[in-house]
């Protein structure tokens, strides 16, 4: 939907309307066909029609592109009021530069900050709402540290409201403990696990060893047998030298 065209300050050409809502083009577009309308308007047209509303010839919205140069020239040099001339703001502006000051606007209305007030107020009358709202925040008067609004002063109790914080942070330690207890005994199961995975690992070794010392010791024996039965051939062979 275009801007209205009271808003305007001196003569708006009608090449500069829009051709479905006959208001001053607003994020403008232009067809194949030249005809020019705001964004909003012919996305709203394209959708139950597939031609130009001026002329009727056939139209598909990939087609649509962005306003000539000179017209969009010609579009942002237009003066006009600022939306909130009603409630007071006398501001004169380009097409240009309009949301900006719009944004900014100390006429504009906007809802009190605080959450839960349903109040709208002027933004240059903001800061003295704030300062009487019935949803401002502030420390407790009676010094537990609790923050209240302004509308729950006198149901505000501060022996409750530190009970239930006390519940709530017992609540919470025990979740801890809960969840630190539970860290620990997965842990100790892993390294249980572990252990015991080791201690089969050592007993194999263990017996692997035991096997290769009996080698050992029936190899030692053979030896020791060989050697037996070669000394005692030496000391045959010495006597028999002898005898010779």
């Known amino acids: ?3 209205d065209t009271e808003r305007f300050v001196g003569y708006v050409n009608e090449g500069l309307l829009c051709s479905i809502c006959h208001a001053v083009l607003e994020d403008a577009v232009q067809a194949p066909c030249e005809h020019a309308f705001c964004a909003t308007c012919i996305h709203g047209w394209l959708r139950h029609h597939s031609s130009c509303p001026e002329d009727r010839q056939p139209l598909d919205g990939a087609l649509l592109r962005p306003l ?15 939306k909130n001339r009603e409630h007071g703001c006398e501001m004169i502006c380009s097409l240009e530069s309009i949301d900006r000051h719009e944004r900014e606007c100390e006429y504009s209305q906007i809802l009190c900050s605080n959450p839960g007030c349903p109040v709208q107020t002027e933004r240059r009358n903001l800061d003295g709402h704030l300062a009487v709202c019935d949803y401002r925040s502030r420390a407790c008067p009676s010094g537990c540290g609790y923050t ?4 729950e002063d006198t149901q505000h109790n501060c022996v409750a409201e530190l009970r239930t914080e006390l519940e709530l942070l017992r609540s919470e330690m025990i979740c801890r403990v809960e969840e630190a207890k539970h860290e620990m005994e997965s842990r100790l199961d892993s390294q249980r696990r572990h252990m015991v995975q080791k201690e ?3 007993q194999n070794e263990i017996e692997e060893l035991k096997s290769q010392m009996s080698r050992v010791l029936a190899d030692v024996r053979s030896l020791m047998a060989a050697e037996r039965q070669h000394r005692q051939e030496l000391e045959q062979a010495e006597l028999e030298k002898r005898e010779l």
Do not use: F, P
């Open 1 to 3: 939907m275009g801007y």
């Open 68 to 82: 000539y140069r000179y017209m969009k020239n010609d579009l942002n040099r237009l003066q006009l009021h600022c």
């Open 148 to 151: 209240v609004l302004g509308a």
């Open 200 to 202: 089969s690992i050592l």
